[in-house]
């Protein structure tokens, strides 16, 4: 439809647009500029050409991070998206009293981070910790470990954090997800003999398919620029075990003052998570054709 | 395809919404009204002469003894100036040594006096154009009469005065817990190799012999760098943090060795990378450590967490090495005067104030080390305190810390290399390399 | 019959473990709070020996955290707001009418949907440095705002896109004007979807952590995340007046979203699967 006048509709976009293209897009494009500079934040600005490309790439703290970033991603699809998955299969597999529980597994996702942080970092403590304290006391003393300070489980330790606090989120989406398909069919599988189990995975899961694939998408762009928990629970350590991307940019940006270098490692990771975005929606369109031809 | 029913749920949910973001916002809007008198301070400048004066001041949290301090300097300086109001940024240190006091100069609302170890990261905000220079006060005003001339070491930049002196800090001594050594029968340690056979014994009694907190990397930073100066000799060690000769030269490798002693007799809490120095501090405090490996600001803590703990301390014991022997390492902090700020001259009287020997005392009581004249001939100082105090001004040398006496950069990559080899992931060599390479080979 | 009661057994129990999960941390983070440092190392966990809750006075009143909710309340709902009122404008344009650069506009704002918050947060700082919009009561709504604005209009257009073609010709030919068609016809219909916007832009904006962080120093206009943190470290080893003033701050959260859970979950599943 034409609008009545001519430049209602510019009107209708000019305020959303303004303050975004001001504080996002305007931004994105500077960082693109100062990443071929050197500069410091507030003297002059000196161009660099690739140079800050060529030092992002052979970094090897940068190259780590995305590696260590990597692994976190995997650890939280299975955490988060495949713990919410369970939640939801649970609660959805009787029709009453699953209430509590519902409201009991989204609550860590509205927490402030420090309360997860001083919480969690008490529970992981090697000293008076939780894990450890019981660990002790049923006499498995032997298998204490320091969580956060060892690197071959502080990053996992993260990630259970992180599945902790986003289960309930992905549950209350699968939930909605489940509810929405029609009772005929689940109860008609149950009639076939299939046991709750098997009406989950056989009939449920494979209806919400589109659902968890957006979970997952959900889970991987968001676990790309996830900062707080990091930055709290470990700020990067132990030995670097835990340094991903942003906790690294901050470092470099806001401690070591080096704004044309961040800049660069920013760019690149941008093009990663628009490489990620590019990639789903290949796999989408392909799994659509393939869906329209079967 | 949403069924009728959920729809009106979703108006229902709506109204409530809008009902809440209405009285949220009308709440809102009432209080900003109200406080518009006081928040209009913030923006109007120059208004020295009788206008109404917020004076930030920043620093990282010094515990809550000294902060008391502050508050009570406060109080006073407010009913001496009623248009002046202080307003202090208590920041977690770690925050504010790395990303926070930039951020803070940088920002809209930047401090009138924030705080600043002295050297080469006063100088880097020198070079950037945040400090004043308040050479005048110092020549002629009260202030100047709070201080004895040694006092300004490392605060004097192209011959101006450029800080008001605030702490003398012990960057890292060895805090025992005076009731389990003499449990055991342990004497104070005065070389390395007694410090170790103390440890074993410490060990085998079933309590952690040195405990700290390295998850932020400075705490084992000032203590293995201290350890390293001795071995290596304070000329190598500066060298090395200038950068003249690499961090992985041949004779600083070899002086890593006490740090792999120290990982290899297993001494040292096994959790130390994992936690921060307040997780550590809380070992030694609770009985679980006999010794930590802390600065001077341990005194002002266990005033507020352990009360009734029985401590002291010793220096790092002598050991056999190129440097000097009895080295203390330290760091003289105290507060810069922003030279963007407005209020140059309210800043520097309330400096004035608060470096006087009533305030200057009242720090001596919350475990400071204060450099202002006034907190020496007093007899209620803490005698630990007194004694750090002595024993800094006695030292054959004095060990600027990596962190704060050279460039970040090359501090980060030393205090990594050297977490690594304490917590045993690396030799010296593979961790030296590795930090010498992040500079750039 | 035995097979369900037996099930039902099962079922409840590997709830409760899980509920246990999900709870004990923060019933912990209670119990810790009414516990003198000490007892929080030296049995961390033992019941409190008495329920005394004057440390949850003290935490509130030197900890001054009144303030700080009460600026994540003001920044939120402001955010929410601008989001709300800007977004509901551009999807009506979007949506409704062709008009040229349509394509790409849209086009700037779906880029927005992907964009990390890497890609811009640094010279945004700077930006907002340059203009002193840092340091203000009202500064974290400036970005917030801007970047819940692309997925805001993005799920609105798709609400109205479902609004049959022939309401809107109707409308037309009835006279009304580009301004009464939005207020008549759009806001109505969109009532649902500017819900799901403000559940999913309350928990976006809420709990943000980095740009609170970077842009907002000085304490009286702290939102929660940064206000908690700074409280933490400035009482640094006082546990107990820490896990009070956790709680406290909490608490309320939670009291309120089991009140309105049904909206926020309806809310966040909207937002994610549209």
């Not at chain 2, 406080?35 to 020295?48: A, L, V």
């Not at chain 2, 040195?210 to 001795?230: E, T, Y």
């Not at chain 2, 990594?416 to 045993?424: C, H, K, P, S, W």
């Not at chain 3, 880029?111 to 002193?132: D, K, R, T, V």
Request: glycine share 8%.
């Amino acid at each position: 439809m034409r609008a009545h006048r001519w430049f209602t509709p510019y009107l209708l976009v000019v305020p959303a647009l303004a303050l975004f293209t001001f504080a996002v897009l305007g931004p994105v494009m500077a960082t693109g500029v100062f990443s071929f500079y050197e500069w410091d934040g507030f003297g002059v600005f000196t161009p660099v050409g690739f140079d800050n490309y060529v030092r992002a790439i052979s970094d090897p703290i940068f190259r780590a991070s995305f590696v260590h970033v990597a692994i976190y991603i995997a650890l939280t699809i299975v955490l988060e998206v495949g713990a919410g998955l369970f939640l939801a299969g649970m609660v959805t597999s009787r029709p009453k009293g699953t209430g509590f529980f519902r409201v009991a597994f989204f609550i860590p996702v509205m927490l402030p981070l420090v309360v997860v942080a001083v919480v969690w970092g008490f529970v992981y403590n090697p000293d008076f910790g939780l894990i450890n304290g019981a660990l002790e006391a049923i006499g498995l003393g032997s298998l204490t470990n320091v969580w956060l300070g060892d690197t071959r489980t502080a990053l996992i330790a993260v990630s259970i954090v992180s599945g902790w606090v986003f289960a309930g989120f992905f549950m209350a989406i699968f939930y909605a997800a489940i509810n929405q398909i029609p009772s005929e069919i689940s109860e008609a599988a149950r009639i076939d003999g299939a046991s709750e189990i098997q009406t989950f995975w056989k009939v449920k899961v494979p209806m919400i398919r589109n659902v968890i694939e957006i979970a997952i998408l959900l889970a991987v762009t968001g676990g790309f620029q996830s900062f707080d928990l990091f930055f709290v629970l470990t700020n990067g350590g132990p030995y670097g075990a835990t340094e991903i991307p942003t906790t690294y940019l901050v470092k470099v940006v806001f401690r070591n003052q080096n704004v044309g270098y961040g800049s660069a490692m920013a760019m690149v990771m941008t093009a990663t998570v628009l490489a990620m975005g590019a990639v789903y929606m290949w796999v989408r369109k392909r799994a659509d054709v393939e869906g329209g031809t079967a | 395809m949403q069924t009728t029913s959920s729809k009106r749920g979703n108006r229902r949910r709506f109204g409530v919404l809008t009902g809440i973001l209405v009285l949220v916002l009308a709440l809102v809007a009432a209080a900003c009204s109200s406080s518009d008198g006081d928040s209009g301070s913030d923006g109007d400048s120059g208004s020295d002469d009788g206008g109404p004066v917020t004076l930030r001041v920043a620093m990282g949290s010094p515990g809550e003894a000294q902060i008391a301090v502050w508050e009570a300097a406060k109080v006073s300086f407010e009913a001496s100036n009623p248009n002046v109001t202080i307003e202090y940024n208590f920041q977690d240190d770690d925050l504010y040594e790395t990303i926070g006091l930039p951020n803070l100069l940088n920002g809209g609302d930047a401090p009138d006096v924030y705080f600043e170890w002295a050297g080469e990261r006063l100088q880097n905000r020198y070079n950037e154009g945040f400090v004043a220079d308040i050479t005048d006060a110092v020549n002629d005003g009260e202030l100047g009469s709070y201080f004895d001339a040694g006092a300004y070491n490392g605060m004097v930049i192209d011959g101006k005065n450029v800080m008001v002196p605030g702490n003398a800090d012990v960057t890292t001594v060895m805090w025992y817990n005076v009731d389990i050594f003499s449990e055991l029968g342990l004497s104070v340690p005065t070389t390395w190799d007694e410090m170790i056979t103390a440890s074993e014994t410490i060990k085998a009694a079933d309590i952690v012999p040195i405990a700290i907190g390295n998850k932020d990397l400075w705490p084992v930073g000032n203590w293995a760098s201290h350890i390293l100066s001795r071995a290596i000799g304070e000329e190598t060690y500066d060298k090395m943090l200038k950068q003249e000769i690499p961090l992985d030269a041949p004779e600083v490798v070899a002086g890593m060795g006490y740090i792999v002693e120290l990982q290899e007799t297993g001494i040292v809490n096994e959790s130390a990378n994992a936690i921060d120095d307040n997780e550590g501090a809380e070992l030694f405090f609770q009985g679980k450590a006999a010794m930590h490996p802390i600065g001077s600001w341990l005194v002002s803590w266990a005033i507020e967490s352990a009360p009734d703990l029985n401590f002291d301390y010793f220096n790092l014991p002598a050991m056999e090495g190129e440097g000097t022997q009895d080295s203390v390492i330290a760091v003289a902090t105290g507060y810069v005067v922003n030279a963007k700020s407005d209020h140059i001259d309210v800043a520097v009287d309330f400096l004035t104030l608060f470096s006087s020997p009533e305030f200057t005392g009242q720090m001596v009581e919350a475990g400071g080390t204060p450099l202002a004249t006034g907190a020496l001939d007093r007899d209620d100082i803490d005698s630990r305190t007194l004694s750090l105090m002595e024993m800094m001004q006695s030292a054959g040398a004095l060990v600027a810390p990596p962190d704060t006496g050279y460039d970040i950069e090359v501090a980060d990559a030393l205090y990594a290399a050297e977490a690594e080899v304490l917590g045993g992931v690396s030799t010296p060599e593979e961790a030296l390399a590795v930090a010498q390479a992040k500079l750039g080979g | 019959m035995k097979r369900l009661i037996g099930s039902r057994a099962v079922f409840f129990t590997v709830m409760g473990v899980l509920a246990a999960i999900y709870t004990l941390p923060l019933m912990w983070m209670v119990m810790s709070s009414f516990k003198t440092n000490s007892e929080i190392f030296s049995s961390p966990l033992s019941l409190p020996t008495s329920i005394d809750f004057s440390t949850w006075v003290d935490a509130w009143v030197v900890g001054n955290l009144g303030r700080y909710v009460f600026n994540s309340l003001f920044v939120t709902s402001s955010s929410v707001l601008v989001i709300l009122v800007f977004s509901a404008l551009a999807a009506y344009a979007f949506s409704v009418f062709d008009f040229n650069g349509k394509g790409i506009l849209f086009a700037m704002f779906a880029l927005g949907l992907l964009m990390p918050i890497q890609s811009y947060f640094i010279a945004q700082n700077s930006l907002f440095e340059l203009l002193s919009i840092k340091g203000h009561r009202w500064t974290l709504i400036v970005p917030y705002a801007a970047m819940g604005i692309p997925l805001a209009i993005y799920l609105l257009k798709v609400y109205l896109d479902g609004v049959p073609r022939q309401l809107f010709d109707a409308a037309r030919i009835d006279g009304a004007s580009d301004m009464r068609m939005f207020r008549v016809l759009v806001l109505p219909m969109l009532r649902p979807g500017l819900a799901t916007v403000a559940v999913f832009s309350i928990l976006a904006t809420w709990n943000e952590f980095l740009l609170a962080l970077l842009y907002v120093t000085n304490d009286a206009y702290k939102t929660i995340p940064t206000g908690l943190l700074a409280f933490s470290s400035r009482y640094v080893t006082d546990y107990q007046l820490l896990f009070s003033a956790l709680t406290i701050v909490t608490l309320p959260m939670i009291a309120i979203y089991v009140i309105f859970h049904r909206q926020v979950i309806a809310g966040i599943t909207d937002g994610s699967l549209k």
